[in-house]
């Protein structure tokens, strides 16, 4: 229950609030430091998906700013932005792959 109101909360924050404060209203009482940065946008990736969707480049616009202050590489960007693997990746494994792998006919 409590996900659920967080992820219309965190929805409705990127809809409404300005990108001066949408941060820190996420943050809702946290302190804004690079762990809960990076742990607010590893929930948003998470359940909003790390592609396609609005709420998640919404919250990238101002956090990746937040992070490159804090002295963060593009390299170290790029592991936090995308940090599930994707189709053509090295270390990407299909359902099928797995399943494969497990023995089944696929």
């Known amino acids: 229950m409590a996900t659920g109101q967080e992820l219309i909360r965190l929805t409705t924050?990127?809809?409404e609030t300005s990108p001066e404060s949408l941060l820190g209203?996420?943050?809702a009482g946290h302190d804004r430091t690079v762990e809960n940065v990076k742990?607010?946008?590893?929930?948003i990736?998470?359940?909003f998906g790390q592609e396609g969707s609005a709420v998640t480049e919404k919250f990238w616009r101002?956090?990746?700013p937040f992070l490159k202050e804090s002295g963060f590489n593009?390299?170290?960007?790029?592991?936090?932005?995308?940090?599930?693997?994707k189709p053509g990746d090295k270390h990407f494994r299909s359902i099928l792959d797995e399943m494969r792998a497990e023995?089944?006919?696929v």
């Open 45 to 47: 990736v998470t359940n």
């Open 13 to 15: 924050l990127s809809r």
């Open 74 to 85: 593009d390299q170290q960007l790029k592991k936090i932005r995308y940090p599930f693997p």
């Open 39 to 43: 742990s607010l946008f590893g929930f």
């Open 103 to 105: 023995g089944h006919d």
């Open 62 to 64: 101002v956090i990746e």
């Open 25 to 27: 209203e996420a943050l």
